[in-house]
């Protein structure tokens, strides 16, 4: 059974009532458990941190153990060396996700600190973001 770990950075403890319009209204934990559902042959773990140094922890501790990394680091994909050294330093592969359009908003988030370092990114389907991370590492071509 494949472990996946999916860790949300700052202000994501939110979704479900922060910007509807931008993140919709669906809450996080509620589609977290669809998600368990619809995968049920792989071992969904969840993390979320507003704190910068706890995210690189969560890092550290899983990332020679798990199978892959689903990562939203939220504001820190704008602007953290040490996240990004973080990925590096580890085995575990992480795909960066976005609920957003990241490239249809302001421009400072267009650059991401992370991306080079990470397996790939998906961007702007919403909370599906997530399914279809964890579907590229459940069926890798």
């Known amino acids: 059974m494949k472990k996946i770990q999916i ?3 700052p202000n994501l403890n939110l979704l479900g009532i922060r910007e509807p319009e931008k993140y919709g209204s669906r809450n996080f934990d509620v589609y977290l458990e669809a998600l368990r559902v619809q995968f049920s042959d792989c071992e969904i773990s969840y993390y979320q941190s ?3 140094g706890d995210l ?7 990332g020679f153990s798990f199978d892959g990394v ?3 680091a939220g504001g820190y994909t704008h602007t ?3 996240l990004r050294d973080a990925i590096s330093a580890v085995k575990t592969p992480v795909v960066e996700v976005h609920i957003s359009n990241v490239h ?3 421009d400072f988030r267009h650059v991401s600190m992370i991306s080079a370092v ?6 702007g389907f919403g909370l599906d973001s997530y ?3 964890i579907a590229a590492f459940m069926n890798p071509l």
């Open 56 to 62: 690189i922890d969560k890092i550290h501790e899983i």
């Open 80 to 82: 953290s060396i040490a």
């Open 131 to 133: 399914r279809l991370a």
């Open 70 to 72: 689903v990562l939203n």
């Open 118 to 123: 990470c397996k790939g990114v998906i961007v």
């Open 50 to 52: 507003n704190h910068e």
């Open 7 to 9: 860790i949300n950075g």
């Open 104 to 106: 249809a908003r302001e």
